[in-house]
């Protein structure tokens, strides 16, 4: 949602802060190494449509309540 809200640009993010956002360890936001770079808390996506299909289905309802609030397609 970060990516989406971020136009697709490069976010800044801490490891330890998803971590503490999605109530998982710090180590297990590391699975996600393929899909997305990672320097200096900085987040850039690389694989978007990898990491949408590693979701849950409550990624889905959630961007299509923001689509619907905002009245437009998100990324």
Same mark, same amino acid.
């Given at each position: 949602?970060?990516?989406?809200?971020?136009?697709?640009?490069?976010?800044?993010? &801490?490891?330890?802060?998803? !971590? =503490? #956002?999605?109530?998982?360890? /710090?180590? &297990?936001?590391?699975?996600? !190494? =393929? #899909?997305?770079?990672?320097? /200096?808390?900085?987040?850039?996506?690389?694989?978007?449509?990898?990491l949408e299909?590693?979701?849950?289905?409550?990624?889905?309802?959630?961007?299509?309540?923001?689509?619907?609030f905002?009245?437009?397609?998100?990324?």
């Open positions: 949602m970060g990516y989406n809200r971020a136009r697709g640009q490069p976010f800044q993010l &801490t490891q330890e802060y998803l !971590a =503490s #956002m999605l109530r998982v360890h /710090r180590p &297990t936001v590391s699975v996600t !190494a =393929s #899909m997305v770079e990672y320097s /200096r808390g900085v987040i850039n996506v690389l694989d978007y449509d990898g299909g590693a979701t849950c289905e409550c990624y889905q309802v959630i961007k299509d309540q923001f689509e619907r905002l009245g437009k397609r998100i990324a």
